[in-house]
């Protein structure tokens, strides 16, 4: 052990964060999964996972900060460091409503998963990676990545609480590359926009209508594993003079254009 350079990705059991757990390890590093499931479900969704490189499961919910505390420290005293962290965890509006209508309940949900999880699971992280940067000067960087979405920009009256948790990861992302830019520590948002999964299944027949009219200049749903390529584009170090960026993984949503 100690060898890979070892990935901390939360939210790994499904969708996107399970697409970027496989893809990498198939870049080589050694994978830290953290999920809700229980250990036993959790092990049919990563068996893939499990079978290309070293790894460990934690059992964490990122709204709370025990368990937070939980997987860093689990991931340290398993590998021994911590080279990437994807913020990757979190959770739509629990119903759509009119923005006049979202209860307090229903925004600290969100925003405790997709803000709160990403903020203080970064802060965990980042003073072990700035410890690592001191210990190895003339080492490999750690990076951190926030998966954000094109609701961080695009509005959706139904889904508001979603919408301001993905924007204020916008912010959370700069904050924090500023913050570690001294040690050299990049951190990056990614977007993905309409990705195929079971997530997204409830509205696939619509979306395909849209998608087919011209939603994105690319005609066609994006997959995990566009995002995950992406991803690990990042950790493997191909982006070195870029942080607080975003990157855009939306078959070109976030072009503006008129025909």
């Not at 070892?6 to 697409?19: D, F, K, M, Y």
């Not at 025990?66 to 460091?81: M, N, P, Q, T």
């Not at 307090?104 to 949900?109: F, H, I, M, W, Y």
């Amino acid at each position: 052990m100690g060898k890979k350079k070892v990935a901390v990705i939360t939210g790994a059991t499904r969708g996107i964060g399970n697409a970027i757990a496989n893809k990498m390890a198939d870049e080589g590093f050694a994978i830290v999964a953290c999920g809700t499931m229980s250990p036993e479900r959790a092990d049919e969704h990563l068996k893939e996972v499990k079978a290309k490189t070293e790894f460990l499961y934690v059992r964490a919910d990122m709204s709370r900060q025990e368990d937070r505390e939980k997987l860093i420290s689990a991931a340290v005293e398993h590998f021994g460091r911590i080279d990437a962290l994807i913020n990757n965890a979190g959770v739509g509006s629990a119903k759509q409503e009119n923005i006049l209508d979202v209860s307090e309940e229903s925004l600290d949900r969100v925003m405790d998963i997709n803000l709160k999880g990403y903020l203080f699971t970064a802060q965990l992280a980042a003073k072990q990676m700035i410890k690592q940067v001191q210990e190895d000067p003339q080492g490999e960087r750690p990076v951190i990545v926030n998966m954000s979405s094109i609701s961080s920009y695009t509005l959706s009256l139904m889904r508001g609480e979603y919408c301001m948790s993905k924007a204020a990861i916008t912010m959370l992302t700069k904050l924090l590359a500023f913050a570690l830019a001294d040690y050299e520590i990049n951190v990056y948002e990614v977007r993905p926009g309409n990705i195929l999964s079971d997530m997204t299944m409830p509205v696939k027949e619509k979306f395909d209508r849209y998608i087919a009219e011209g939603l994105h200049p690319l005609r066609r749903w994006g997959t995990g594993e566009d995002v995950a390529k992406a991803v690990a584009a990042i950790c493997l170090g191909y982006l070195p003079y870029t942080t607080g960026s975003a990157i855009d993984v939306d078959g070109g949503f976030h072009m503006k254009w008129i025909d």
